[in-house]
DNA sequence: CTTTAAATATACAAACTTGTCTATTTAATA
DNA sequence: TATTAAATAGACAAGTTTGTATATTTAAAG
C-alpha cells in the first residue's frame, strides 16, 4: 500500500492534531497551531477536514482503532485467560507512563467537547462501548471464581481502568493502576 | 451573618461561573458570557477576580467546600458503618442524576486546565486527596470483612467512584454507579 | 513534454478573546 | 445631608479564533 501524496499531508495533520488536541486540549489547540507544527497550508487541512470538529472526529476515529490493535495484540500475547484480564491493567499503566499521566483521549474529549457535539459524543460512546464489549468476553472466558456474576466483574474492570487513569492523570503516578491490578486478581 | 454589598456581586459571578463552567465548559465559556449572566459589569468582576484563572480557582475552592459538606451531611444521616460507605455511591448517582450527567467538577476542569496551570492542578489534587482520606478513615471504621486490605478498599472505592462518574457523563446514565454500589455491598 | 491535481504562501473577513479605562450612577455610612 | 466606596455601562486595545479566497508553485500521470 503507497502511500498517496495526499495521504502524507493527512497523516502530518493528524499526528499533530493528536499529539496537541491530547497533550494541551482541544479548545485550546488553534487551527492555526495544528498547521504550523505540522508545517503544511492551511488550505490543505481544510481540503481535507470540513471543519475543526471533522478533525477531531478523525482523531478520535483513529485512535480507537490505533489503541484498540494495541491492546489486542498485548492481550494476545498472552495465554492464560485470567492473566489476559491483568493484562489490561498493565496495558494501561504502561501508557500513562509513556505519554506523561496526560488521561485517556476519550474521557478529555468528552470533557471538552462532548457535552455540545453529539457527534463526538457518539464517537466517544462508541469506543468506550467496545472496550466494555471487549472487557466481557476476556471476562466470560476467564473462569474467575464467580464471586462476583460476569457482568459485575467487567462493570467493575471498566470502572476501575478508567478511575485508574484519571487518578494517574490527577495525581501524575500510576499506583492507583498498579493498586487495580492487585484488586482484580484477588478477586479473579 | 448579613451579606455585604459586594457579597451579592461576588455571589453572581460565582454561581454564574459554577453553572457555566460545569455545563458548557471552562475554556469556551468567556468572561463575556459570565458579566452577562451573572448581570453584572465587568468592572465587578475584574474588583473580585485579577483573572479568568483566578475566577476557576475560586469556583473549584467554593466547590470543595460546598460538595463536602453536603457528603458528609448525607453520610452522618447513616448510623451502620458499611452503611456509610454506600452511602457515597448513593450520593454520587443522585448527583449525576440532577446535573444531567455532567460528570464531576474537578475531573473536567483537569482536563481542560490542569495540564497547563499548576495551581488548578494544584487545588484538584488537594479535592481529591480530600475525599481519598475521607474514604479511608470511614473504611477503617467500617469493620469490612478484609477480603481487601484497608488501603485496596479505599483505592477501589475511590476508583469506583470517579469511574462511574465518568461512565455516568459518557453514557448518560447511572447504570454503573448503581452497580458499583452492589459490587461493595459484595465485598464488605 | 504537457496536462492536471494538489499543495503552497499569504491576505483577509468577521467574530470573539481577555483585560483596561473612563465616566456615571447607586447606595451605604458618618 | 454630605462623603465615600462600589457598581454600572460602554468604549477600547491588542490579540486570537475559524474559515475563505487568490495566486503561485510543485509534482505526478498521460
Known amino acids: 500500500m503507497i502511500k498517496q501524496r495526499g495521504q502524507v499531508v493527512v497523516d502530518k495533520i493528524l499526528d499533530t492534531a493528536e499529539r496537541l488536541f491530547f497533550k494541551q486540549g482541544y479548545n485550546v489547540t488553534g487551527i492555526n497551531q495544528v498547521i504550523e507544527e505540522a508545517d503544511i497550508a492551511k488550505a490543505s487541512l481544510y481540503k481535507h477536514f470540513e471543519s475543526k470538529t ?3 472526529l478523525a482523531y478520535l476515529q483513529r485512535t480507537h482503532e490505533r489503541w484498540f ?3 489486542g495484540g498485548d492481550v494476545n500475547k498472552v495465554a492464560d485467560p485470567r492473566e489476559k484480564l491483568l493484562t489490561l491493567f498493565d496495558y494501561h499503566r ?3 507512563l509513556q505519554n506523561g499521566y496526560s488521561g485517556c483521549r476519550f474521557i478529555k474529549a468528552n470533557d471538552e467537547a462532548g457535552m455540545s457535539d453529539e457527534r463526538v459524543l457518539a464517537e466517544i460512546q462508541k469506543a468506550k462501548q467496545h472496550f466494555k464489549d471487549f472487557i466481557a468476553e476476556l471476562v466470560a472466558n476467564s473462569g474467575h ?8 466483574l467487567t462493570d467493575l474492570i471498566f470502572m476501575l481502568l ?4 484519571v487518578a494517574a492523570s490527577i495525581f501524575k503516578q500510576a499506583d492507583d493502576l498498579q493498586s487495580a491490578r ?5 478477586l479473579l
Chains 1, 2 share one sequence.
Do not use: W
Open 54 to 56: 471533522d478533525l477531531l
Open 162 to 165: 478508567d478511575g485508574g487513569i
Open 182 to 186: 492487585t484488586i482484580i486478581q484477588k
Open 145 to 152: 471464581q464467580k464471586l462476583l456474576t460476569d457482568k459485575e
Open 94 to 96: 504502561e501508557r500513562q
Open 69 to 71: 490493535d494495541k491492546l
